[in-house]
């Protein structure tokens, strides 16, 4: 039977999940004009929308205010928890790395996108410039990110390891 | 003369810049005992602190709500714009691969650190094992990260690029 012999992709996103991309999609056109970027975000657990984000980043001035990170906020916010594993991250385009490493804090099980990098470049946005810098050696940076390793540098890590009552994450 | 042959590395941090990071090292300390992790960071811009950040995450809710970021949203919060460029970062820990890609989209002159990925991971924190997962190719990270390209996928970057009012970052 070919069917049973059919290779399957286990990152493919199953048809069902289309419909939350939409949402996300719907979610970034009506931010065009409410003076935000065209991203939007939805994350999903147990088959609801448990948290949305929309692009704030000129309305609110925050440069992290990106709709996955709005969308994570959002969700933790409402269920009053530092950790969505077992949930997934819609989104209508790529998350840039700040979002993507986002979603790896914030422990998600599972990122989807619609439209791409390339798109988000298309449009004037630098997501693509900023994963090719971040392959790059910082040392060939425009923005120089430098080690200064001073005295009291261990004295947080050492001050947490010594707390016993410590959360951790 | 020796002096005027030596070699000066650009991206070293003059003396003068310790204060900022030891400042950001007193955050980092103060926060441990006050719920959070042990960062701490510091936005100057004209040789003044704009923001300030300690991390956030198990006590607000906030995956993302890291030192670096809450300096970052801080600063632009106070002053009122969503890009710092002529502003430098300065934190008590290497930024995450989260919190470097936040100082790039905030257009930030230079970041400075401290302790880096290395003592962060001695204390438990991912941040060093994330800059390694972004190296590799995404197919083998245990967060599948799939593109799925629906037909409404550019319809945001369109409805952007058709929108003569909007507000590029």
Do not use: K
Not at 102 to 128: E, I, P, Q, T
């Amino acid at each position: 039977m070919t069917s049973s012999t059919a290779q399957v992709d286990p990152t493919a996103a199953p048809p069902q999940e289309d419909q939350w991309l939409v949402r996300a999609v719907n979610l970034a056109l009506r931010n065009v004009t409410a003076g935000g970027g065209p991203f939007g975000a939805v994350v999903v657990r147990g088959g609801v929308a448990v948290g949305t984000g929309q692009n704030r980043v000129t309305r609110d001035h925050d440069p992290t205010a990106h709709a996955e990170v709005m969308a994570i906020r959002d969700a933790c916010g409402r269920l009053g928890v530092f950790s969505l594993a077992g949930a997934c991250l819609y989104s209508s385009c790529e998350p840039c790395p700040l979002c993507l490493t986002a979603a790896l804090w914030a422990r998600l099980d599972r990122v989807v996108y619609a439209a791409n990098r390339n798109d988000a470049a298309r449009a004037g946005f630098d997501d693509r410039a900023f994963y090719d810098l971040l392959r790059r050696d910082r040392a060939a940076w425009p923005m120089p990110v430098v080690e200064r390793r001073i005295a009291c540098a261990e004295a947080p890590i050492e001050a947490w390891l010594a707390y016993s009552a410590r959360v951790e994450y």
